[in-house]
């Protein structure tokens, strides 16, 4: 299944920085509490969003989420704001699971916040790993957040692989959350609190999933280098919002 597999993988690839595992849990693990799942939520007219745009591709905007998580967000749109991710490459590409840039070295390496060091980015429970989900790699837990980032894909899950990884990991997924992955996919056995989800793709999720098919080799590095060739940090104009697969003839 694809929980397992991922679940070897986040050992040696995920990220390129190393993730620690859960031990399973043999006591009962609770419910979590019901609260609402904010990824898909309209920006306000003036609202600072970012365009990541990538050479031969397309453009990608995101919205952020400063009021959840600001340190996160302002690191993001500084950096955006200085050139620091121009002409950086996407240096690993997994299809059905994301897409991975922002490091200088363009190895999985390198790469530096504002504060010219690792900082804690912090987690919020309601932003989740669906499609479009926009997140910091790490070397160990969010304390380790730099520049490095990733932009979830992924295909739909069901209820059971979902109850699976709770009973596996831990992570336990509200009602709203459950129903986010069985109908637009993502990676949720990123969820639990290791990871900083702090953004979320509002228009450009089919720049996304092209991206993610590219051929790459077998460090998941693309063969043909994909470089965002610029990123910008802009005001929202209310215009419509693309969250959804379903909102692109075709995506796949």
Same mark, same amino acid.
């Given at each position: 299944?694809?929980?397992?597999?991922?679940?070897?993988?986040?050992?040696?690839?995920?990220?390129?920085? /190393?993730?620690?595992?859960?031990?399973? %849990?043999?006591?009962?693990?609770?419910?979590? &509490?019901?609260?609402?799942?904010?990824? !898909?939520?309209?920006?306000?007219?003036?609202?600072?969003?970012?365009?990541?745009?990538?050479?031969?591709?397309?453009?990608?905007?995101?919205?952020?989420?400063?009021?959840?998580?600001?340190?996160?967000? &302002?690191?993001?749109?500084?950096?955006?704001? =200085?050139?620091?991710?121009?002409?950086?490459?996407?240096?690993?590409?997994?299809?059905?699971?994301?897409?991975?840039?922002?490091?200088?070295?363009?190895?999985?390496?390198? /790469?530096? $916040?504002?504060?010219?060091?690792?900082?804690?980015?912090?987690?919020?429970?309601?932003?989740?790993?669906?499609?479009?989900?926009?997140?910091?790699?790490?070397?160990?837990?969010?304390?380790?957040?730099?520049?490095?980032?990733?932009?979830?894909?992924?295909?739909?899950?069901?209820?059971? %692989?979902?109850?699976?990884?709770?009973?596996?990991?831990?992570?336990?997924?509200?009602?709203?959350?459950?129903?986010? !992955?069985?109908?637009?996919?993502?990676?949720?056995?990123?969820?639990?609190?290791?990871?900083?989800?702090? /953004?979320?793709?509002?228009? /450009?999720?089919?720049?996304?999933?092209?991206? =993610?098919?590219?051929?790459?080799?077998?460090?998941?590095?693309?063969?043909?280098?994909? !470089?965002?060739?610029?990123?910008?940090? &802009?005001?929202?104009?209310? $215009?419509?919002?693309?969250?959804?697969?379903?909102? !692109?003839?075709?995506? &796949?």
């Amino acid at each position: 299944m694809r929980y397992q597999w991922f679940a070897v993988l986040t050992a040696a690839v995920l990220l390129g920085t /190393g993730l620690s595992g859960c031990a399973r %849990k043999e006591a009962a693990i609770e419910a979590p &509490e019901e609260k609402p799942v904010l990824n !898909y939520t309209q920006p306000a007219q003036g609202e600072e969003i970012v365009r990541i745009s990538i050479k031969d591709y397309g453009d990608v905007t995101v919205k952020l989420f400063p009021e959840l998580l600001p340190e996160a967000c &302002e690191n993001f749109k500084e950096l955006a704001k =200085s050139g620091y991710y121009d002409e950086l490459i996407f240096h690993r590409v997994m299809e059905n699971f994301m897409i991975q840039g922002g490091d200088p070295k363009g190895d999985g390496t390198g /790469g530096a $916040s504002i504060w010219g060091e690792k900082f804690d980015g912090g987690y919020s429970e309601q932003l989740i790993h669906v499609p479009g989900a926009l997140a910091y790699a790490n070397s160990g837990g969010t304390t380790t957040d730099g520049s490095q980032f990733y932009i979830v894909t992924g295909e739909a899950e069901d209820e059971e %692989k979902l109850n699976k990884i709770t009973a596996q990991g831990g992570t336990t997924f509200t009602a709203q959350a459950k129903e986010y !992955y069985c109908q637009y996919g993502g990676a949720p056995w990123l969820d639990g609190g290791n990871y900083t989800v702090f /953004g979320q793709v509002i228009d /450009g999720l089919d720049v996304v999933y092209a991206v =993610s098919h590219v051929a790459t080799n077998e460090n998941n590095k693309p063969k043909k280098a994909v !470089y965002i060739e610029k990123m910008t940090v &802009e005001q929202y104009d209310g $215009s419509a919002v693309r969250f959804y697969k379903t909102d !692109y003839a075709g995506l &796949e």
